[in-house]
């Protein structure tokens, strides 16, 4: 149904000039959710900014239900994207405007009659879960609040397509995961198809049924979450996946030393992928090497038929055993760190 063909973009300052999109082409079928997943500066905005010629690609094509964006005059385009629906990381509502106000805002602009505006905006008010806020201004609502009026204005025209620009980046971890469950909602419910960036695996993995992978202006892959997942050779993928160190608990922490001390033990933070199982692992430790262990933290999940994530464990065998046993990790492509010793 959308058809992202070739795109690049350039953009020109002064005597510099940056190439933030790089022959871009990724299709999203109607009812999807696809997330493009990328680091800062990957290129995200703008990509998502040229699917409703926000940003005006200098090559590619976007087509739409068969028509090419890139072809529409400024009315053309206009009309067009009544039936696009944007939401952003910072929400931008109107001050001035109560809740009600803001999400009738679209519909105002489109002339719509009073009684048909509020018609409508106490039907998203419910989508939303926002009936109480009516009259109350942006102000004085929590970020999540914000979010689900936007998402209200959002769909005030009945967009088949919604946009979303690192919606849930300002919301703390349980308000992100209740925005995500209402963007499901919504994809569900009204069939709408849903294309959101995001710099989270986690956003990711919870909705998003396809995902695209875009660094440095280049689309690095593309397919459903388990074929993402399981393309384990891209280091880009690799590094969304096992993003973030493991915090080492308090009472080790307070001990750890940077360099091996007799009595000292070390903390040893292994990748699980499918290279090696959390069973395999300790089978290396403690029947291969017969290391005792404590199992310190594990944040692994399955995903895509194989299991991912981390595990931080601490071997507790003679100084040379624990060696060893790293060292056959090494030797095996195990990826491991070793945190300190304590
Ligand atoms: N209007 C512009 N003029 C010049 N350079 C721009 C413009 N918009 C974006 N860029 C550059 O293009 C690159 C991609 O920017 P973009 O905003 O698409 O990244 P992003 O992936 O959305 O990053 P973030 O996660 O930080 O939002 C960046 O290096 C940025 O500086
Ligand atoms: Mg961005």
Redesign the pocket.
């Known amino acids: 149904m959308i058809e992202i063909k070739n795109i690049s973009k350039t953009?020109h300052?002064k005597k510099q000039s940056?190439k933030?999109l790089d022959d871009v082409s990724l299709n999203i079928e109607k009812g999807d959710i696809v997330g493009i997943i990328?680091?800062?500066?990957?290129?995200?905005?703008?990509?998502i900014r040229t699917v409703n010629l926000l940003e005006k690609p200098d090559h590619g094509e976007i087509i739409i239900n068969g028509k090419d964006f890139t072809k529409l005059n400024s009315k053309q385009l206009a009309n067009e994207r009544k039936k696009i629906g944007m939401i952003f990381q910072h929400f931008n509502l109107l001050s001035s405007r109560t809740v009600f106000e803001n999400i009738a805002l679209p519909l105002e602009l489109d002339h719509v009659n009073k009684t048909e505006i509020s018609r409508k905006v106490s039907e998203l008010l419910k989508i939303v879960g926002l009936e109480e806020k009516a009259h109350d201004y942006p102000k004085s609502l929590s970020g999540g609040q914000k979010q689900r009026v936007a998402i209200a204005r959002a769909l005030a025209n009945d967009p088949y397509l919604l946009l979303c620009?690192?919606a849930t980046s300002a919301l703390d971890p349980a308000t992100t995961q209740s925005i995500l469950q209402l963007l499901r909602d919504i994809n569900q419910r009204l069939g709408i198809t849903i294309l959101l960036?995001t710099?989270e695996m986690e956003v990711i993995k919870t909705v998003c049924n396809h995902v695209a992978v875009?660094d440095k202006?280049k689309l690095l892959a593309k397919g459903t979450l388990g074929e993402i997942i399981s393309n384990k050779e891209n280091p880009i993928i690799k590094q969304f996946l096992n993003a973030g160190v493991m915090t080492i608990p308090q009472e080790l922490n307070k001990k750890l030393q940077k360099e091996p001390q007799d009595g000292l033990f070390p903390l040893v933070e292994v990748e699980i992928n499918d290279k090696v199982s959390v069973e395999e692992l300790l089978s290396i430790v403690y029947d291969q090497y017969k290391i005792p262990y404590q199992l310190l933290k594990a944040d692994v999940e399955y995903l895509g038929n194989a299991n991912f994530g981390k595990i931080l464990l601490q071997l507790k065998g003679k100084d040379e055993e624990n060696q060893k046993a790293i060292y056959h990790f090494n030797q095996n492509k195990i990826q491991n760190t070793v945190r300190g010793y304590a």
Do not use: P, R
Request: proline letters at 0%; glycine letters at 20%; a negative charge.
């Open positions: 953009f300052q940056f933030a990328g680091f800062s500066g990957a290129g995200k905005s703008t990509l620009d690192e960036i710099h875009i202006g």
